[in-house]
């Protein structure tokens, strides 16, 4: 069966193509500004065309969503294209996590149930570095333990960049000393190492208050250039969440 995962973010939209179990490729387009139906269904065709998708041999669309005022709109673009109805997932959707709390973003929720079908047996913590910076945790029955909501990275530098008049923009890597002599190497220090301090404290935190060590992964935008850097991170998966969405509409 080949489906067509979508997860909508507040920063971007990434796609998937999934052929059973496998996804074969994947594209993100950005979120803002937001789109009509109608431009959804441009774009979206042109990479279908691109990637040498064909409409109808797509037997299932999933959308998961963090952007409601998105999801109809998205969901328009599906029908058009597809001539069938998407289907929708989302915390309140059946799987072998419990979610706990009605508040859960459908993004933490894929991101558990992805941990929980991939790394059965263990306790994890699923990072997720998007516009918000998340730590998530769920045991080996799918029980939720809890999760952390900080600033983004690119969310925290992008305000320290708006809100200062003489700092640049920077590219996000790791720079060569800790301690630099110009301005970008002192920003690009504390944004990378301040961040993966944090990380990292996430990490050791959550572990002492599980009594367990648990098995890390890392997803979301610039999560690879922080998977490098330390070895509290085990896996690096940019489509964590995509694989997530797909297991809690693979059998709807």
């Known amino acids: 069966m080949n489906s067509i ?26 979120t803002k500004p937001y789109r009509t139906a109608d431009e959804l269904y441009a774009q979206m065709m042109m990479l279908y065309q691109t990637y040498k998708i064909q409409p109808k041999e797509i037997d299932k669309v999933v959308i998961g969503s963090v952007v409601p005022q998105l999801t109809k709109v998205m969901s328009s673009a599906i029908r058009k294209i597809h001539g069938i109805s998407p289907v929708i997932v989302d915390r309140n959707t059946p799987s072998g996590v419990q979610a706990k709390s009605k508040q859960m973003g459908t993004d933490i929720y894929a991101n558990l ?18 516009t918000a910076l998340t730590a998530s945790c769920v045991a080996e029955d799918g029980e939720t333990l809890g999760v952390i909501i900080a600033p983004g990275i690119i969310t925290a530098l992008n305000s320290l960049i708006s809100q200062t008049a003489q700092l640049p923009e920077i590219e996000l890597v790791k720079p060569k000393t800790v301690l630099g002599l110009d301005t970008v190497t002192c920003m690009q220090s504390g944004m990378v190492y301040g961040f993966l301090g944090m990380v990292e404290g996430f990490v050791d935190r959550i572990n002492d208050e599980v009594q367990d060590n648990c098995f890390v992964v890392a997803t979301g935008g610039v999560s690879h250039v922080y998977k490098p850097l330390t070895d509290k991170i085990h896996v690096m998966d940019r489509l964590h969440t995509l694989k997530g969405l797909y297991f809690l509409g693979k059998d709807l």
Do not use: E, Q, T
Request: hydrophobic content about 45%; some cysteine.
């Open 5 to 30: 995962v979508i997860n909508v973010g507040n920063s971007n939209i990434r796609f998937g193509l999934f052929n059973d179990d496998n996804c074969d490729i994947s594209w993100v387009i950005n």
């Open 113 to 130: 149930v992805a941990a929980h079908n991939m790394y059965p047996d263990r306790k994890k913590i699923v990072l997720d570095f998007g």
